[in-house]
């Protein structure tokens, strides 16, 4: 195999570390709460913590439109390193904070530069892999943000050893040190190169609002957006409020239930991603539908296992919902970006993308705020398990609406 054949999964593998330090950053906080709440009495709140939480999302679903309307733009590179960088010098001074404001300001500013690198990340990836390849290569870098998520649920265990200080300091410099070695080994693809040499992005990339008309012009992409934000609600209350509800449901400390909760969805999400990755690439081979079928497959596994994780009480039903979630959920993941090559031109696949993953965030950032309102009023199980209904209209829609023509629109 030769160097332009191996450098696509080099850049996968690159981009890979990227999105588990992505989520391991994000992630931390929803694991530390026990610790940090000592130290920082407002934590103690439940609606505090999720408006901590919400902030984040609200900042970061803000930003993504634009955050893609400059990958569109710039050097994605250059883009991918800076975003990195500052994200980890963010978790750095995370370890400093004394108050809830300071914690809550800091939150907001990752949110901005988080924002940053998904839609440089995947339009990269995308540009890099087609056809065959795609939606495995896709899946494969999303268990990057799987991996993040796992290892960020044992930041309680960390601060349990040590402080959540330092836990906060050594996670943002590994991330400072990873930004400068992403100098020197990831290369934007070589005909974007040169169009930036010739002088930057065509006249229909340059103006944000002739291509935010381009996209909402079709129906299509409305669906998207739809079969992407419904899902994405069940999908950020796990990441927020999984170790809590394992904690409530199986009568665990929070030291125990967040690597616990964190570790099994990771392991199950990687699992889907990879059967969603392979029999996507198959399917649409012989079925230009097959992406979308892939996609449905993995919905339609998380509406059982949202009911079990509402209802379930017992060890074994509440870890095999989760995992029945992170297989379905992985399916679904792998194939978002694929689906959207299928309707949206590569020259604005980071602003299209970049518009989803508003949706769902926003549509996460409300469902964080609202379950810390249930954990609360000790509704969290129920509540969880009434976002089932979402996924299904999502699920129903996809398969109705979504009929692509072909599976690269140039």
């Excluded at 931390?28 to 709140?45: C, G, H, N, R, V």
């Excluded at 965030?361 to 954990?375: I, P």
Aim: contains cysteine; hydrophobic residues 50%.
């Amino acid at each position: 195999m030769n160097k332009k054949n191996i450098y696509p999964w080099v850049v996968v593998a690159l981009l890979w570390v990227v999105a588990l330090l992505n989520y391991m950053d994000r992630q931390m906080l929803s694991t530390m709460k026990s610790a940090m709440m000592i130290d920082i009495a407002e934590l103690q709140s439940a609606v505090n913590f999720g408006r901590l939480m919400a902030i984040f999302l609200w900042i970061y679903g803000l930003m993504s439109p634009f955050a893609g309307a400059i990958a569109d733009r710039i050097s994605r590179k250059w883009l991918i390193v800076g975003s990195l960088f500052v994200w980890s010098g963010v978790t750095y001074a995370m370890g400093y904070a004394t108050t809830f404001e300071q914690v809550y300001w800091l939150r907001a500013l990752m949110g901005v530069s988080e924002a940053m690198y998904i839609p440089a990340g995947l339009s990269l990836i995308a540009d890099y892999h087609t056809g065959k390849s795609r939606s495995l290569a896709v899946g494969i870098h999303m268990t990057g943000l799987y991996m993040g998520q796992a290892i960020g649920g044992f930041g309680a265990t960390i601060a349990d050893k040590f402080t959540w200080h330092t836990t906060f300091h050594w996670f943002g410099i590994i991330g400072i040190v990873y930004s400068f070695l992403l100098v020197f080994f990831l290369r934007e693809k070589k005909d974007r190169m040169k169009m930036e040499v010739m002088g930057g992005a065509p006249e229909g990339k340059r103006n944000f609002f002739k291509v935010l008309g381009l996209l909402f012009g079709t129906v299509y992409f409305w669906i998207i957006l739809l079969y992407f934000a419904a899902p994405s609600i069940p999908g950020w209350a796990t990441k927020n409020w999984l170790p809590t509800l394992f904690s409530e449901s199986l009568n665990m400390p929070m030291a125990e239930a967040g690597p616990l909760s964190t570790i099994t969805i990771a392991v199950s999400s990687f699992v889907g991603v990879l059967i969603g990755g392979i029999l996507s690439d198959k399917w649409v081979q012989r079925n230009i539908k097959g992406r979308v079928y892939t996609g449905a497959i993995g919905l339609s596994l998380t509406i059982p296992s949202l009911l079990l994780l509402g209802f379930g009480n017992g060890f074994i039903s509440v870890i095999g919902a989760a995992l029945l979630f992170g297989v379905g959920f992985g399916m679904f993941d792998a194939n978002n970006m694929p689906i959207l090559c299928q309707f949206v031109s590569a020259k604005y696949r980071a602003t299209a993308y970049g518009l989803m993953n508003m949706t769902g965030v926003f549509a996460g950032a409300m469902v964080t705020s609202l379950l810390g309102k249930s954990t609360d009023d000790g509704h969290l199980g129920r509540d969880f398990a009434l976002l089932a209904i979402l996924v299904f209209v999502a699920l129903v829609m996809q398969l109705y609406f979504l009929r692509p023509k072909t599976d690269n629109m140039e």
